[in-house]
T-cell receptor, first 113, second 114 residues
């Protein structure tokens, strides 16, 4: 089955800095890569996703990149703000298989004012 | 739509007691998932349903765990008997369609077994 590794497990940055979270996956058939943000006391919520037919996607201060050859994808947050503090999860799934996403272990991002 | 609704939000129970967690998925969604979240293991998929039918329960840790979906708008996850190591946050999520789509999570149930 799919295996998703996520790094780092914790990330501490100053407000205004950039933050990068990296994930690798094992199943070359995976073709959908969502990122979820989990705020304290809440369930994970989708913030951005990317499909295997594109290499990069941006949404305001958030961007995701995908390298299919190396089987890794990354989340980039620019100009971080305290409200970006949360746990971020990457996931990978295969629409030709079970399609059920496999999640990474999560990254706790702390943005210091 | 109010989103995925889970109840209760918090549950404290004694070891050996039966625990029932409840979930109401988003109307129209045909997939429902139960996840368990712990510090040690992260987000684990326990079981998922498609059109009310259990498809894969390989993530259910033991026979003490069972899940049902009697209709499209309700699902339960039951633990009987409960043990302290079952303490975790349990999430229900739902999504629409067989193609890769967003999973909508509920607020979770924080279970503490003492």
């Amino acid at each position: 089955g799919e295996n998703v590794e996520q790094h780092p497990s914790t990330l501490s940055v100053q407000e205004g800095d950039s933050a990068v979270i990296k994930c690798t996956y094992s199943d070359s058939a995976s073709n959908y890569f969502p990122w979820y943000k989990q705020e304290l006391g809440k369930g994970p919520q989708l913030i951005i996703d990317i499909r295997s037919n594109v290499g990069e996607k941006k949404d305001q201060r958030i961007a995701v990149t995908l390298n299919k050859t190396a089987k890794h994808f990354s989340l980039h947050i620019t100009e971080t703000q305290p409200e970006d503090s949360a746990v971020y999860f990457c996931a990978a799934s295969n629409s030709g298989g079970s399609y059920i996403p496999t999640f990474g272990r999560g990254t706790s991002l702390i943005v210091h004012p | 739509d109010a989103g995925v609704i889970q109840s209760p939000r918090h549950e404290v129970t004694e070891m050996g007691q039966e625990v029932t967690l409840r979930c109401k998925p988003i109307s129209g969604h045909d997939y429902l998932f139960w996840y368990r979240q712990t510090m040690m293991r992260g987000l684990e998929l326990l079981i998922y349903f498609n059109n009310n039918v259990p498809i894969d329960d390989s993530g259910m840790p033991e026979d003490r765990f069972s899940a049902k979906m009697p209709n499209a708008s309700f699902s339960t996850l039951k633990i009987q008997p409960s043990e302290p190591r079952d303490s975790a946050v349990y999430f229900c999520a739902s999504s629409f369609g067989v193609l890769n789509t967003e999973a909508f999570f509920g607020q979770g149930t924080r279970l503490t077994v003492v």
